[in-house]
């Protein structure tokens, strides 16, 4: 979604129809939801490496 939302408002500035010149909440809402997809993006990566760890850890005490 965060590339999706970022590269279609690049792909319309090339046009000279960059919606993000002409409305503030439109560019404050861009930046919102690039930057909170990225960032949840890693988050939830590195739960899933943590949670697969666990399962494959030999400790019963960490299953």
């Known amino acids: 979604l965060s590339l999706l939302f970022g590269v279609t408002i690049r792909i319309m500035s090339a046009w000279v129809m960059d919606p993000t010149n002409?409305?503030?909440?439109?560019c404050k809402l861009r930046a919102f939801i690039v930057f909170t997809f990225r960032t949840l993006t890693i988050w939830i990566?590195?739960?899933a490496t943590y949670d697969r760890w666990l399962l494959s850890t030999p400790d019963l005490y960490r299953r």
Request: no cysteine; aromatic share 12%; net charge negative.
């Open 22 to 26: 002409t409305n503030d909440w439109l």
């Open 45 to 47: 990566i590195m739960l």
